[in-house]
């Protein structure tokens, strides 16, 4: 046994996240748990064959998830934006979605909105996002 001594790594600093992403982060992660159950329910139903209800499930919660990733990028929360229209239009293939995904998109445009007052309040006042 050898006796050399470790080299202790220091840990990377997080990346600092605003809170307009974090906010849309969760909404955006909310959503792909709704999209499972409505891949889920138009798989049920028969709308589509099951391939297609519950692939294109897979691929939508697939793009939510990585729009998370790409929230810290203004390209990033436009792709967003993006995704709420598509979630509205499901609602043309389950009339009830247009319920549901009235109500994300308004939860959305409410985080967006609070997000960047809360941003640019921090920034006034000099505090560092965490």
Known sequence: MSAEPTAERTPRPRRVRS????LLTIVLGLEAAL???????????????PVVALGGGIAFIVVLLGAT???RYS???WLGWALQV???????????????????????????VTGRRLDRR????????Q
């Open 19 to 22: 809170v307009t992403e974090s």
């Open 35 to 49: 999209m499972f159950f409505v891949a889920l329910t138009v798989f049920g139903l028969d709308i589509l064959p």
């Open 69 to 71: 990733f790409a929230l």
């Open 75 to 77: 390209w990033g929360v």
């Open 86 to 112: 598509a979630l509205l239009a499901l609602g043309f293939l389950l009339p009830a979605l247009f319920i549901s995904g009235a109500i994300f998109v308004a939860i959305w445009i409410y985080c967006f």
């Open 122 to 129: 921090n920034a006034a006042l000099g505090v560092a996002p």
